[in-house]
């Protein structure tokens, strides 16, 4: 491509590193979709089906919907975005718009009015969802954008990502813990307290509070890097519908990111069917009241233990080979539970050593899904350079977009099948984990806690595809500087 045909960028260059305060306020913008995920693939299902009484597999196909809508924004969101050319920049516009319908959304979807019959009540949970979902796509593709331009470093765009993943987690487990001990707490009437009914309109109030809050602060605490983030210099491209479809075909177009697009396609199709229903399993397949699950707030602590390990293990190793190690073990960590369970190795439901098990099990998981969730996110960003020196196009929102749009569109079909396997196999509503037949909680271990995760087999196998080293990505960097310092030449030339 040549200099007139390509996009240019201007922005002010650092004359030092990140400081805390810059990646601290970036990682504050974790909070809306931990938050959202959290409380979505928790309770959004337990609370229509089981409290109430929708079929399961009815609400499955409202997520599902919601979900396609949500996929198909995404594309038309990072177009808008990275085609946007304001004062505020490209992405600052988008996440303060979104920010105060987030938390109302969230909110609604769980206070519907009383008097709704089924149909209408099916509408008030696509609606909100969408409304919630929406919202969320124009803020977190922007947000997602930024941790990709604060810098071009190999080392230090992960140390940006840890601060997002560090908020991400540290909110990850104490909204939890507080909802469990303080909004829905096992009483006389309802000892299970996730089927208290009476405890969702404060959860639901706290999370929207969360999320509107969030997404303002990091809004507003970034806003100074604006100056140093990618602006358009020349005219961006018109936002259309055909630009954008032309604008994903170009960053499918490069192999590595369309091995990474892959390899989220069909790991969101499986973790979207356990996804939604993990608490049926950790309600019925385990036992576990909200006392019990308040202790998986110590599960934090792998997590903890992960940051300063990812520095450690980035210096050692390839993103690639930590990627394909973090993936295998984390599969099998999960899995083997539940074949101990059915081996009669673990101590029965209600034996505190299982709780302990079970939260050990959990940290250890927590510190594998912190590194490879890290980890993750710097590959794309690296293949990003990639893509820039190939086409000489800077699409951080549409390969965060295209992203997201695999994942969700996919998930969808996976929400769908949870849902299905409610359905078919028959799980009772209104009923406390006791009187539900052990048969029906056998076959929920074995297709759920079993089955389904051993098909992550396949996108872990991709993984070893990917080939952009870090002396590949030192190669990328250099050519890359070197285009750069050309541009300038020619700009002072002319000028």
Wanted: aromatic residues 10%; proline residues 5%.
């Amino acid at each position: 491509m040549s200099v007139v045909d390509r996009p240019h960028y201007v922005r002010n260059e650092r004359t030092s590193r990140l400081r805390f305060s810059t990646k601290l306020s970036q990682g504050i913008g974790a909070i809306p979709d931990t938050v959202k995920n959290w409380v979505f693939n928790t309770f959004t299902l337990l609370f229509y089906n089981q409290i109430l009484g929708m079929d399961a597999f009815l609400v499955s196909i409202a997520l599902a919907l919601a979900i396609v809508f949500d996929a198909v924004t995404d594309p038309l969101v990072a177009s808008l975005s990275d085609n946007l050319k304001t004062r505020w920049g490209r992405r600052h516009p988008l996440m303060l718009i979104a920010s105060i319908p987030l938390g109302i959304g969230i909110f609604a979807l769980f206070v519907p009015p009383v008097s709704l019959g089924e149909s209408m009540l099916f509408a008030w949970l696509l609606g909100f969802t969408i409304l919630t979902r929406g919202m969320m796509t124009l803020y977190f593709v922007p947000w997602a954008a930024i941790a990709a331009e604060l810098t071009d470093d190999y080392h230090e765009r992960t140390s940006v990502m840890s601060y997002r993943f560090a908020v991400g987690w540290t909110i990850g487990v104490s909204f939890p813990l507080f909802i469990y001990t303080f909004v829905m707490p096992g009483t006389d009437q309802y000892p299970v307290g996730q089927l208290n009914p009476d405890g969702y309109p404060l959860m639901a109030l706290c999370a929207g509070i969360l999320l509107t809050s969030g997404a303002l602060l990091t809004t507003i605490l970034t806003r100074k890097e604006i100056p140093f983030l990618r602006q358009h210099s020349n005219v961006p491209v018109r936002f259309g519908f055909i630009n954008v479809v032309r604008e994903l075909i170009r960053a499918l177009k490069n192999k590595q990111f369309a091995l990474v697009f892959l390899i989220v396609l069909l790991s969101s199709a499986i973790s979207g069917t356990t996804a939604n229903i993990g608490i049926y399993m950790t309600t019925f397949f385990w036992g576990l009241g909200t006392e019990d699950l308040r202790w998986f707030v110590l599960s934090a602590l792998g997590a903890v233990l992960a940051f300063p390990l990812v520095a450690f293990v980035q210096r050692r190793w390839d993103k690639k080979s930590i990627m394909l190690v973090c993936a295998t073990v984390s599969l099998f960590d999960g899995i083997i539970l539940v074949l101990l369970r059915f081996l009669d190795v673990l101590p029965n439901n209600g034996d505190p050593m299982l709780l302990v098990i079970l939260v050990a099990a959990g940290g250890f998981g927590a510190s594998i899904a912190v590194i490879q969730g890290i980890i993750g996110a710097s590959i794309v960003a690296d293949v990003l350079d990639d893509h820039e020196l190939r086409t000489g196009f800077r699409q951080e929102a549409m390969f965060s977009a295209a992203l997201s749009f695999s994942g969700k569109a996919i998930s969808g079909l996976g929400i769908v099948m949870g849902g299905l396997i409610i359905t078919l196999i028959a799980f009772p509503t209104n009923t406390l984990p006791s009187d539900v037949d052990p048969e029906t909680i056998m076959r929920l271990g074995l297709i759920v806690g079993i089955g389904v995760p051993l098909l992550h087999l396949i996108p872990i196998s991709l993984i070893r595809r990917y080939k952009i080293t870090r002396d590949v990505y030192a190669d990328i960097r250099k050519n890359l500087d070197e285009r750069y310092a050309l541009d300038r030449t020619r700009t002072s030339v002319e000028n």
